[in-house]
């Protein structure tokens, strides 16, 4: 018997906890029914686990352990599968607990095979290409009933990985339309609809997981923000921003081609294909990792401990002031913004670890573990100049030099006309415009849909 639809019309529902066919076996992809029916010996198995020493280190190891290297990586990913802890205000408002994380970079440095782990090791994961993902597909979408000529409504990804993590490959192949109609979905964690008379609202409390590589396929040091296709409302979306790098280095790349010939020689063996260093004994296996998770993510809701809270405020207090100092001692804005949208990412991180263990609180070390990985990631991407597109990573200099070539841009190029890019950067570049400046302007106007390349991109036609 085959299912096709996503949605089955029940009449009663009955959960067998007992025997074969028990719904830990049968839906172990559903957190609650998952940790529900876990028997007394495996909930200590759980907790001594928790109880570990190395708790985090063997997670990250045992995130893909076929994949060679990427630690920081994996220690990311396993801090988005277990999540911080969802809270309701008083006022009635929610915080989302869940992590979001971005992948950016060369090909052929395994982030979808990162992505395809994740969906299998998460309690609740969808996995989808963003070349084949439209909006009402992550969404919802309204359809009639064969049977009834009625209008129904039906879930899409993020609707049915509701308490999951849903991984979007190839991020950067979608349509920009349809990357911001998961706006709603990553942030506040609904979506809203009105269509054909129906007007509701879907929960969508999931993680994302996205993998995206460079506009010019492999990433390009001299291009900076260019390499991304992203609108800054997107990218400020996501709590950590990997930039994978294909770097060159002799004694990585021999380590890493020993790794992966284990692999291919030993690969039914899961002894001998191991992990990186030739020792695999501590980590965990993937169905015990899968009801670990789940058993976390329903059982433990951490905050953060008065001692973690007050140093997490000290350690913003200080990275504000030394921003400001730096603004005041070169009178330019910063590049890299302290905002409270990053505050609250390291705080869900910092739960996240806290959660591995089982703990009811996250300590100091949680939060300086949370600090190293947002450096190591979104910061240290900022610091490089691949973030200066995005929201506040652009200097107030740089920012005045963009508004003044557009100007000077949309006043040479009126609606309707057509110019070759080489004639409009030689125009600009003899009136002492940079280069790099122009072509940046274009870059945005184009994505912004003012501009459109024709005649195999030689030619631009101004639309609007």
């Known amino acids: 018997m085959a299912v096709r639809q996503p949605y089955i019309r029940v009449l009663g529902l009955s959960i ?26 495996e909930e200590e198995e759980l907790i001594a686990l928790a109880n570990s020493p190395d708790i985090y280190e063997r997670l990250a190891r045992s995130i893909a352990p076929s994949i060679f290297g990427s630690l920081d990586i994996k220690k990311a990913i396993a801090c988005l599968m277990f999540g911080g802890s969802r809270k309701r205000l008083p006022d009635g408002l929610c915080r989302r607990g869940d992590i979001n994380m ?9 982030k979808s095979q990162l992505l395809k782990f994740v969906e299998r090791c998460a309690p609740v994961g969808i996995y989808t290409s963003g070349k084949g993902s439209s909006a009402a597909g992550l969404t919802a979408s309204v359809n009639r009933d064969p049977s009834t000529h009625n209008f129904v409504m039906e879930g899409g990804a993020m609707v049915l990985a ?20 998961i706006h709603e979905a990553m942030e ?13 609202t879907l929960n969508s409390r999931c993680s994302v997981l996205a993998a995206a590589n460079s506009v010019y396929g492999r990433w390009d040091e001299t ?6 296709d992203f609108m800054p409302t997107i990218l400020s979306r996501f709590d950590m921003i990997f930039i994978v790098r294909d770097e060159h280095d002799a004694l990585r790349d021999t380590t890493l081609a020993k790794h ?18 030739g020792e695999n004994s501590d980590e965990i296996p993937l169905s015990t990792l899968r009801r670990f998770v789940a058993y976390a993510r329903e059982r433990c809701g951490p905050r953060l401990s008065e001692q973690a809270a007050e140093k997490l405020a000290n350690q913003y207090v200080l990275m504000r002031s030394g921003s400001i100092r730096h603004e005041q001692e070169t009178g330019k804005r910063s590049a890299i913004p302290i905002t409270v949208r990053q505050l609250e990412a390291i705080v869900r991180i910092s739960e996240a670890q806290a959660k591995m263990r089982l703990a009811p609180f996250a300590t100091e070390a949680d939060v300086e573990e949370a600090l190293r990985l947002f450096h190591v990631s ?4 900022a610091m490089s100049g691949s973030l200066e597109g995005a929201e506040g990573f652009t200097s107030q200099e740089e920012h005045d030099l963009i508004l003044r070539v557009e100007k000077q841009l949309k006043r040479r190029f009126v609606i309707g006309s057509q110019v070759s890019e080489h004639a409009i950067l030689q125009d600009f570049t003899r009136q002492g415009f940079s280069e790099r400046a122009v072509s ?3 870059h945005y106007m184009i994505r912004r849909g003012e501009i459109q390349y024709r005649m195999q991109r030689r030619i631009l036609y101004r639309i609007k």
């Not at 971005?102 to 395994?110: E, K, Q, S, W, Y």
């Not at 506040?188 to 509701?200: E, L, N, P, R, V």
């Not at 291009?223 to 991304?228: H, L, R, T, V």
Request: overall charge negative; hydrophobic content about 35%.
């Open 440 to 442: 940046k302007v274009l």
């Open 260 to 277: 992966v010939m284990r692999v291919h020689l030993h690969g039914n063996d899961p002894i001998s294909a191991g992990s990186e260093h």
């Open 16 to 41: 067998d906890t007992e025997g074969p066919g028990r719904s830990a076996l049968v839906t172990g992809s559903v957190s609650s029914t998952a940790s529900a029916a876990l028997t007394e010996a």
């Open 378 to 381: 979104t910061l240290e991407a």
């Open 188 to 200: 506040q964690q609904t979506i809203s609809i009105a269509k054909a008379g129906i007007t509701t």
């Open 162 to 181: 509701d308490g999951g993590v849903v991984c979007i490959d190839e991020f950067d192949k979608m349509r920009e339309d349809d990357r911001v109609a």
């Open 223 to 228: 291009k900076g923000e260019e390499n991304i």
């Open 102 to 110: 971005l992948m950016l970079g060369d090909p052929g440095t395994a």
